[in-house]
């Protein structure tokens, strides 16, 4: 074996790494999830789970089930020195970077097997079992996966794991389960991979994974801002873990922020607390996890005051949604024409009041087309919107998946009007929130782009004997603090953060109730049209 005396190994590695990242587009990258370590985090997390082995530990058999160019070996070799190292494997799909891999490390130690992970792990000729892996796994998302390979990998992570993975599940899931099977008993594990999983349902099988069946020692979030790898949209954390399973007394440390050496908060979570946990980013509880969810986990939410329901999908809005005197120049029917309210970019107000039309008064009015005419009749009675509608026909619209699928095409998902909108997506870190709540008294709707609230039970009542408490009600919505939001949501690369409705109904509400105890009397049903 040659000596690792020196960078100049890793440095050429580095190089190499740019140019084929530079070769292949984003979108191929994407398909593979080829986004590599940066070294620095690749050595930390080599030191810290050498800093968890036993000192002297000597017979280190490595792998890294999707190896790239091998920055984790490197780290290794670094960390560890060759001497311990007694085997190494890195097993990777791209011919290109099996052979870059291949080139730089054979001659210290590391055998590239060029192939799929899953297969080889399947196969016959399966690698002896690895007592140490470092990996950060192909993050390609489950709709990128053909039918038959996801079904493949399910039933292979049943077989070889005994665990069931959720259809809506990425590879990565599958990987670090699929690894952890073909590990000895008793080796460590470290994953850099999304932080996604700990808070969303598809998740579920993996955090059970980690509470139940090894032993979790280190779960470290980066911060969202701090973007991993400058090109991939993900928040990232890493994991490391024993497998061996837990003792029931156990506390793995979770960390937030910072780096995995220096971290910014640290606190430790007994493994019970997080088996009961329905999200982990709330770990570490501190003031500075921006994921910090509501203080209230009991008591009333926005569910229990709002029906939420996203906006309608049009499926184009380019085509379907239009300028209202633009509409009218053209003389579409306006029976056919719904108010609708901008992109939240373009929507500058938080408060919006109606003209006489029950259209939004702001500056730029938009409608969109909502007909439900047969095709003949709107051809004899509305030629114009006719010929417009023909556009669609020609430039492939109405082929598309939601547009097909619709009868009449035109005709759009039915909503009313509802009192108040959350934009369902944005930024804002500390105290800025990353959703605005937007008080409706028009008759515009939303696009998919927001979420709509309708008051309902005990509260739609209130609020029609004292619609001056609608701005009250506003008020408070704006109040919801920054952390409890991101805390219900999810959080993306660079800091993006959404809001789906089932994660805005579980915001507290306990204020409300405080401020009118009346709200806790029964479910009675109203039905205005901003109301259910
Ligand atoms: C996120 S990159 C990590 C590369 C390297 N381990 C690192 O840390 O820089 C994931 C790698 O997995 C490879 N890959 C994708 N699907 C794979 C599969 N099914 N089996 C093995 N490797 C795969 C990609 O080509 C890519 O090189």
Same mark, same amino acid.
């Given at each position: 074996?040659?000596?690792?005396?020196?960078?100049?190994?890793?440095?050429?590695?580095?190089?190499?790494?740019?140019?084929?990242?530079?070769?292949?587009?984003?979108?191929?990258?994407?398909?593979?999830?080829?986004?590599?370590?940066?070294?620095?985090?690749?050595?930390?997390?080599?030191?810290?789970?050498?800093?968890?082995?036993?000192?002297?530990?000597?017979?280190?058999?490595?792998?890294?089930?999707?190896?790239?160019?091998?920055?984790?070996?490197?780290?290794?070799?670094?960390?560890?020195?060759?001497?311990?190292?007694?085997?190494?494997?890195?097993?990777?799909?791209?011919?290109?970077?099996?052979?870059?891999?291949?080139?730089?490390?054979?001659?210290?130690?590391?055998?590239?097997?060029?192939?799929?992970?899953?297969?080889?792990?399947?196969?016959?000729?399966?690698?002896?079992?690895?007592?140490?892996?470092?990996?950060?796994?192909?993050?390609?998302?489950?709709?990128?996966?053909?039918?038959? /390979?996801?079904?493949?990998?399910?039933?292979?992570?049943?077989?070889?794991?005994?665990?069931?993975?959720?259809?809506?599940?990425?590879?990565?899931?599958?990987?670090?389960?699929?690894?952890?099977?073909?590990?000895?008993?008793?080796? =460590?594990?470290?994953?850099?991979?999304?932080?996604?999983?700990? %808070?969303?349902?598809?998740?579920?099988?993996?955090?059970?994974?980690?509470?139940?069946?090894?032993?979790?020692?280190?779960?470290?979030?980066?911060?969202?801002? %701090?973007?991993?790898? %400058?090109?991939?949209?993900?928040?990232?954390?890493?994991?490391?873990?024993?497998?061996?399973?837990?003792?029931?007394?156990?506390?793995?440390?979770?960390? =937030?922020?910072?780096?995995?050496?220096?971290?910014?908060?640290?606190?430790?979570?007994?493994?019970?607390?997080?088996?009961?946990?329905?999200?982990?980013?709330?770990?570490?509880?501190?003031?500075?996890?921006?994921?910090?969810?509501?203080?209230?986990?009991?008591?009333?939410?926005?569910?229990?005051?709002?029906?939420?329901?996203?906006?309608?999908?049009?499926?184009?809005?380019?085509?379907?949604?239009?300028?209202?005197?633009?509409?009218?120049?053209?003389?579409?029917?306006?029976?056919?024409?719904?108010?609708?309210?901008?992109?939240?970019?373009?929507? /500058?107000?938080?408060?919006?009041?109606?003209?006489? %039309?029950?259209?939004?008064?702001?500056?730029?009015?938009?409608?969109?087309?909502?007909?439900?005419?047969?095709?003949?009749?709107?051809?004899?009675?509305?030629?114009?919107?006719?010929?417009?509608?023909?556009?669609?026909?020609?430039?492939?619209? /109405?082929?598309?998946?939601?547009?097909?699928?619709?009868?009449?095409?035109?005709?759009?998902?039915?909503?009313?009007?509802?009192?108040?909108?959350?934009?369902?997506?944005?930024?804002?870190?500390?105290?800025?929130?990353?959703?605005?709540?937007?008080?409706?008294?028009?008759?515009?709707?939303?696009?998919?782009?927001?979420?709509?609230? =309708?008051?309902?039970?005990?509260?739609?009542?209130?609020?029609?004997?004292?619609?001056?408490?609608?701005?009250?009600?506003?008020?408070?919505?704006?109040?919801?603090?920054?952390?409890?939001?991101?805390?219900?949501?999810?959080?993306?690369?660079?800091?993006?953060?959404?809001?789906?409705?089932?994660?805005?109904?579980?915001?507290?509400?306990?204020?409300?109730?405080?401020?009118?105890?009346?709200?806790? /009397?029964?479910?009675?049903?109203?039905? =205005?049209?901003?109301?259910?």
């Amino acid at each position: 074996m040659a000596d690792f005396s020196n960078q100049s190994v890793e440095s050429k590695r580095q190089a190499m790494q740019s140019a084929l990242d530079a070769a292949n587009t984003k979108a191929q990258r994407n398909r593979l999830g080829q986004f590599a370590t940066p070294y620095p985090l690749a050595v930390q997390i080599a030191e810290f789970v050498k800093s968890l082995m036993p000192v002297g530990r000597k017979d280190i058999y490595f792998a890294d089930p999707s190896v790239g160019t091998g920055s984790f070996f490197s780290a290794a070799l670094n960390v560890f020195g060759m001497k311990r190292i007694t085997s190494a494997i890195g097993i990777e799909i791209d011919p290109a970077f099996a052979n870059t891999a291949s080139k730089l490390w054979e001659s210290f130690g590391l055998k590239v097997e060029q192939g799929d992970f899953t297969n080889v792990i399947a196969g016959d000729s399966c690698p002896p079992r690895p007592n140490l892996i470092l990996a950060n796994p192909p993050y390609v998302r489950h709709h990128h996966l053909p039918r038959e /390979k996801k079904d493949y990998l399910r039933s292979l992570t049943r077989k070889l794991a005994g665990v069931d993975v959720n259809g809506l599940a990425g590879l990565y899931i599958h990987f670090i389960l699929l690894a952890t099977a073909w590990m000895e008993e008793g080796g =460590y594990a470290a994953w850099l991979i999304p932080s996604e999983f700990m %808070d969303v349902n598809y998740g579920e099988c993996l955090k059970k994974f980690l509470g139940e069946r090894v032993t979790l020692i280190r779960a470290h979030r980066f911060s969202p801002d %701090d973007v991993q790898f %400058d090109d991939a949209l993900v928040s990232s954390c890493v994991l490391v873990f024993r497998k061996s399973p837990p003792d029931p007394r156990h506390s793995p440390q979770f960390t =937030y922020g910072g780096t995995l050496s220096h971290p910014h908060i640290r606190h430790l979570i007994p493994v019970e607390q997080l088996r009961q946990a329905r999200k982990w980013t709330a770990y570490p509880r501190h003031a500075n996890n921006d994921r910090l969810a509501s203080i209230h986990d009991s008591g009333p939410t926005i569910g229990d005051y709002f029906r939420i329901q996203r906006g309608i999908a049009t499926g184009d809005n380019r085509f379907f949604i239009l300028d209202r005197a633009d509409a009218m120049r053209r003389g579409f029917p306006s029976q056919y024409l719904r108010p609708i309210l901008p992109s939240p970019r373009f929507l /500058k107000t938080t408060r919006i009041d109606a003209d006489t %039309d029950g259209f939004p008064l702001i500056d730029r009015q938009l409608c969109v087309i909502d007909c439900d005419l047969p095709e003949h009749l709107v051809e004899e009675r509305h030629p114009l919107l006719w010929e417009y509608l023909q556009m669609a026909v020609t430039g492939g619209i /109405k082929e598309g998946y939601l547009v097909s699928r619709r009868s009449p095409w035109y005709r759009q998902e039915q909503r009313d009007p509802s009192l108040f909108l959350c934009t369902y997506m944005g930024r804002g870190t500390n105290e800025r929130r990353p959703f605005r709540f937007i008080l409706n008294r028009s008759q515009a709707i939303g696009t998919n782009l927001y979420l709509m609230l =309708y008051p309902r039970d005990a509260l739609a009542t209130m609020l029609r004997a004292h619609p001056e408490r609608l701005v009250d009600v506003h008020d408070f919505l704006m109040r919801i603090t920054g952390d409890e939001l991101r805390g219900q949501g999810r959080v993306y690369g660079g800091g993006l953060n959404k809001i789906e409705p089932g994660e805005l109904a579980r915001i507290s509400c306990r204020e409300l109730l405080e401020k009118w105890p009346v709200l806790a /009397k029964g479910r009675l049903r109203g039905c =205005y049209a901003l109301w259910e």
